[in-house]
Each structure stands twice: as structure tokens, then as C-alpha cells.
């Protein structure tokens, strides 16, 4: 029994530690409060720098980094600024980090990526039973217990400060460039426009030279003598050889249409617009390939676009 101020309280010693129990997990399950001050900060540019000198060692890094002015966008997503600071780091330790998970705490956002080549992270797929609706196996790269780790802390309403943890207790080599992608065989393209033949006008025949016509006999014996009406009718052959018929121009042809329907437009835009979004908050490594896939078939289909419009353009000013 203990004792309060205005008299006895019922609760035995049992009961008061079970309460002490509650409360200390109930205050751990709390959201920690602002983040302090615990830890250095440095510009971006020393830590790449630092990161870059020591990317062949074992290293662990954790400070908060103060970024230029602009470097984050008005609006930009929360992942949008994590993988921009995570591309940075991946370009000058040549490791490639996959996002793992994020957790919302107080007043930040932790971000947490693993090293690609870390062993037990990797995705394991079961294959399709038919072989025709099989996707291709990634090629397998090596892995390490390397403990690679990335986390990256976005401050609410805060632009200029983030805080960067990175881990690895073990070197070893870089990504491979191009692994741990699907194979996949792209067409190149057939321009059908060198296939077609020109189609090349009739000129008429080659101009051809006369022949001297046969010698005549004049009374004066003069071996040129040719009689007047033959002298006439070689003039008018040669006026006739020597001029041919003018080629006629090519008319002009409008270029065929295929219409697609409304609803096909629609439903076309509405996976355009959620493959942009993806794209911009990130896409998941096993479709990283099929993306590239996509916007190079859509450069391919722009250019192509371009050039037919500039073609109409030179159709309509022939006209």
C-alpha cells in the first residue's frame, strides 16, 4: 500500500510495476520530437567530396548536409528529393541503392536504401508456369554481406537541411554496369521511306545525229548541192530531236489518315499519365528496363512525328 496526500491508495507493489511497465512502452512508442542538432553538418559539396575520398574503404557516415539554394524544387515530391540526393551518392561511390522503405517520424521523413549488391535483399520472383507469358530473368550479379546502407531524413518545411546516413562494413567492386536488367531485344526501327522507289519521268529518247544526207549530183557538179525540199525536211528533223517533250509535274497527294477512338484516347492518356507519375516518384528496379523500353519507342514515334510534319509542311507550300 503506498500513500497519497489525502490518504491510502489500494495498489500493491505488483500492480505499480506492471504500470511502470505500460508507461515506459506507451513513452517509447511516442514519435520522437524535433530532430536535434546532435551530429555535424557540412555543405553538400564536402560530403561528396569526403565520400568520394574514402568510396574504397570501409566507411560510416551520419551529418546533416546543408544544400545550396534551389537544389530542391517548389512542390517536388517527397521521393522526387530523396532520390536526387541518392543518385548524387551513387555516382560517386559507383553503388547502386534501392529504395527499401520509408518511416514518418515528428516532424521528418527517414528514407532507407539498401546497397543493390547486398546479400538477402535481393527480389525473388516465382516464374509463370506457361513459358510464352514468362518474363526474361534478370542477369544475377554478385553480392556481399557488405551492411550497405543509405538513409536520408527530409525535414517538413525545411529545404536547405537533410540528414545522410551511410553504411558499408565491407568493399567490394562496383555495380556492373547494365546487371541486374532484364534483356530486353529492341527493333531497330525499318524507314520505309528509303524503300520506295522515285519515280523517274520519261525524257524521250537520246537526242541522235544526223546523218549527211546522200550526195547530189548538181549540173554544176557541185557535190553540197542538196535540192531544197530535202534541205527543209532534215531541218525540221533536227528541230524535233534535238527538243524534247517537256516532263510533266508530279501532282500533289494528300497523305492518308488512320483515325483512333475516342475511348482508346482516353484509356491511352489515363496509362501516359500514371507511367509519368511512377516516373517521377520512382520507379521500382525490375521495371526500370521496361520504362526505357517505353520512352525510347516514344522518342522513336516523336521524331517520326516531326518529320511527317515537316514533310506536310513542304506538300502544302508545293501546291
Known amino acids: 500500500m503506498r500513500r497519497t496526500g489525502v490518504g491510502y491508495l489500494k495498489s500493491c507493489a505488483n500492480?505499480?510495476?506492471?504500470?511502470?511497465?505500460?508507461?515506459?512502452?506507451?513513452a517509447n512508442k511516442e514519435p520522437p520530437p524535433a530532430l536535434l542538432h546532435t551530429v555535424p553538418t557540412m555543405a553538400l559539396d564536402a560530403m561528396i567530396n569526403l565520400i568520394q575520398s574514402h568510396r574504397d574503404k570501409v566507411f560510416d557516415f551520419d551529418a546533416f548536409v546543408d544544400l545550396p539554394e534551389g537544389h530542391f524544387l517548389a512542390g517536388d515530391h517527397l521521393y522526387t528529393r530523396s532520390n536526387k540526393l541518392r543518385d548524387q551518392i551513387a555516382e560517386v561511390t559507383l553503388f547502386h541503392w534501392?529504395?527499401?522503405?520509408?518511416?514518418?517520424?515528428?516532424?521528418?521523413?527517414?528514407?532507407?536504401?539498401?546497397?543493390?549488391?547486398?546479400e538477402g535483399e535481393q527480389t525473388r520472383r516465382t516464374l509463370i508456369d506457361d513459358p510464352?507469358?514468362?518474363?526474361?530473368?534478370?542477369?544475377?550479379?554478385t553480392r556481399y554481406h557488405c551492411?550497405?546502407?543509405?538513409?536520408?531524413?527530409?525535414?517538413?518545411d525545411n529545404d536547405r537541411l537533410v540528414r545522410i546516413?551511410?553504411?558499408?562494413?565491407?568493399?567490394?567492386?562496383?555495380?556492373?554496369?547494365?546487371?541486374?536488367?532484364?534483356?530486353?531485344?529492341?527493333e531497330e526501327p525499318v524507314d520505309i521511306r528509303g524503300s520506295v522507289m522515285m519515280e523517274v519521268h520519261d525524257l524521250g529518247p537520246a537526242p541522235v545525229q544526223m546523218a549527211p544526207s546522200p550526195s547530189t549530183t548538181s549540173p554544176s557538179g557541185d557535190d553540197d548541192f542538196a535540192p531544197?525540199?530535202?534541205y527543209w525536211q532534215q531541218t525540221q528533223d533536227d528541230h524535233h530531236i534535238h527538243l524534247p517533250p517537256e516532263p510533266e509535274m508530279e501532282s500533289y497527294q494528300e497523305p492518308?489518315?488512320?483515325?483512333?477512338?475516342?475511348?482508346?484516347?482516353?484509356?491511352?492518356?489515363?496509362?501516359?499519365?500514371?507511367?509519368?507519375?511512377m516516373a517521377s516518384r520512382g520507379v521500382p528496379i525490375e521495371l526500370d528496363g521496361a520504362f526505357q523500353y517505353v520512352f525510347k519507342g516514344i522518342n522513336q514515334v516523336a521524331d517520326e512525328v516531326r518529320q511527317s510534319e515537316i514533310g506536310n509542311i513542304s506538300g502544302r507550300s508545293m501546291r
Open 165 to 186: 546516413r551511410i553504411t558499408h562494413a565491407e568493399t567490394h567492386p562496383p555495380f556492373p554496369e547494365g546487371a541486374g536488367r532484364r534483356v530486353i531485344e529492341i
Open 228 to 230: 531544197a525540199s530535202e
Open 98 to 118: 534501392n529504395q527499401k522503405k520509408s518511416t514518418r517520424g515528428g516532424k521528418s521523413t527517414v528514407v532507407t536504401y539498401h546497397c543493390a549488391q547486398l
Open 147 to 156: 551492411g550497405g546502407w543509405l538513409k536520408i531524413t527530409i525535414i517538413d
Open 15 to 26: 500492480c505499480v510495476s506492471k504500470h511502470v511497465v505500460r508507461k515506459a512502452h506507451k
Open 256 to 277: 492518308r489518315h488512320v483515325y483512333y477512338s475516342p475511348d482508346q484516347l482516353s484509356a491511352l492518356h489515363r496509362n501516359f499519365n500514371a507511367i509519368l507519375d
Open 132 to 141: 510464352k507469358r514468362r518474363r526474361s530473368r534478370k542477369e544475377k550479379i
